[in-house]
């Protein structure tokens, strides 16, 4: 055995070599590199980490400040200075927040505020979709599995039911004692693009938890500097200020450069500051991000901040109308930019407020084929692929600085792309003779079937759902509540036949008269029910 060759190394390269076996990405750092064709992919929303406004800004701070590099500290020993308070005195008059606490990275700030401000007699009650730093930094938190609730993503019912279970199982800890509920949710969740329904969480948690004793956290990192009055994000687009009771705002997406900052309460600050060991234990800011963040705030607060955000909405409009239309022609299992479990209520919320994502996914079972032809057009693209997200994508985001003749390009070769693997598909076969599953519930059956590999799929949950449509009478079926109730009735019936090995994945249970989707019900009104695959694969 060489040196470099040890028990140690041998054991994590088995793990690889698994993961890669049971078809989930072995991922690498050798590329995409920043590529000289326009940017259809980075978080760099308003196009300001390129912008010569901001690197004059800084050039001329730079030239005249005493110091630039490292901060040689920690914020609790060498590596404070008076322009890290001032920094954060001034994002918390911008945000309207009474206090700020700057982090190294988004990350790190959510790290920072789950692993210290939750105590041990806390519940947490938090979207499905949260970013998994938020997770991470519960984990090290004090609160325990039990005290955990997770809510469908952006269900206020499920949010409503959630809390009403912790506040009736914890009722003594919470409304009789000292204890809070943490709520953990994003503004915008950034692989979807979808917005939250803040205003009816933060309603309904006013009128379920006794005053006093919420605390509701919003992650800003994809509504930053895009959102709101001067860029002041969602929760200032909605006037909850006040009613919120810490945000996190990213500085490395829509600002431009990196690094976050924790709006919240002076007294969660000061126990953040001798608390939190991600904070106080880590190597400050250089200095020169300090006036990095400056000048970038002096852009987005200023009409230049504007001017960008108007361009970036007029963009993305016409970009989502012109891929919409392009890729209509193509069967959900080549490309598609509606998504099976579409959420009607994010989608109706933004076209009320006139919000215009600018995160558009290319959902497609071939994501990583198209990422492939994308990046050999000179394109920066990469898929997202499951364990990240349940239905694979090309994760498109439009920039301020993106031209209509930029998207009119992209657009095209997304399409050269799609009706070649159409052609493809086709002359193999594959996409004719389907069965009448997917006549009935066409971009559910084909996202799940062609999306997941036999082996990959070992993990998924997913959801089963029996819709009303299905059934000959619909007075015998609004008698069945759940997913059980219909499938027995369905089956009893003779109505329910098994498939197996369809599209080359074996599928059980999937019949004319079932359907099953990743993530929410494709109906509303079906009845549904969230299951490991595993369990079905073993049952049968
Ligand atoms: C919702 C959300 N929160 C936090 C982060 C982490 O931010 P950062 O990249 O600054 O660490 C991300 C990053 O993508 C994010 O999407």
Known sequence: MSAQETALTKCL????????????????????????????????????????????????????????????????????????????ERLA????????????????????????????????????????????????SHIPKDKQYKFRHNSVTAFKQCLEDALKKYHAQIVQGSGTVFVAIESVYSMDGDFSPLEDIVRTVEELVPKGHAHICVDEAHSSGIFGPDGRGYVALLGLKGRIHTMMHTLGKAWGHRGAVLLTSPTVHKYLVNYAKAFGYTTAMAHMDVHVINSCLDIISGPKGQELRNKLSHIVQYAQTHLGNALRPFPAQIITLTPAD????????????????????????????????????????????????????????????????????????????????????????????????????????????????????????????????????????????????????????????????????????????????????????????????????SAH
């Open 13 to 88: 390269d088995n793990i690889l070599t698994r993961r890669k076996q049971s078809g989930l990405p072995l991922l690498a750092i050798d590329g995409p590199f920043v590529s000289p064709t326009p940017d259809f992919f980075s978080n760099d929303y308003l196009s300001l980490s390129t912008s010569p406004l901001l690197r004059e800004r800084f050039l001329s701070k730079a030239l005249s400040v005493p110091r630039l590099f490292g901060s040689t500290g920690t914020r609790l020993a060498t590596g404070n200075s008076e322009g890290y308070r001032a920094l954060e």
């Open 93 to 140: 008059h911008f945000f309207q927040s009474p206090d700020a606490l700057l982090c190294t990275s988004g990350c790190v700030a959510n790290e920072v505020f789950w692993s210290t401000v939750p105590q041990p007699g806390d519940v947490l009650i938090f979207d499905q979709l949260v970013h998994s730093s938020i997770r991470e930094g519960v984990r090290l």
């Open 342 to 537: 579409l959420d009607r209520a994010a989608a109706q919320r933004s076209a009320e407020l006139k919000l215009y994502s600018p995160v558009i996914p290319l959902l497609s079972p071939h994501a990583v084929e198209l990422s492939h032809y994308l990046i050999d057009c000179g394109y920066n693209a990469s898929a997202v692929t499951y364990p990240v997200v349940k239905v694979s994508r090309v994760r498109v985001i439009v920039h301020a600085g993106n031209t209509q003749a930029e998207v009119d390009r992209f657009v095209e070769k997304v399409v050269e792309w799609a009706t070649t693997k159409n052609q493809t598909l086709n002359q193999e076969g594959k996409l004719v003779g389907r069965p009448s599953l997917i006549t009935i519930m066409p971009r559910i059956a084909q996202t799940m079937i062609l999306e997941y590999s036999p082996s990959a799929y070992a993990n998924v949950e997913c959801n089963l759902a029996i819709s009303p449509l299905l059934f000959p009478d619909p007075m015998v079926c609004k008698k069945l509540p759940t997913y059980r109730d219909r499938l027995t009735y369905l089956e009893n019936h003779e109505y329910g036949q098994p498939r197996y090995n369809y599209g080359g994945i074996l599928i059980r249970r999937f019949t004319p008269i079932t359907c099953c989707h990743v993530g929410q019900p494709p109906d509303r009104d079906g009845a549904s029910e969230y299951c490991d695959l595993r369990e079905i694969c």
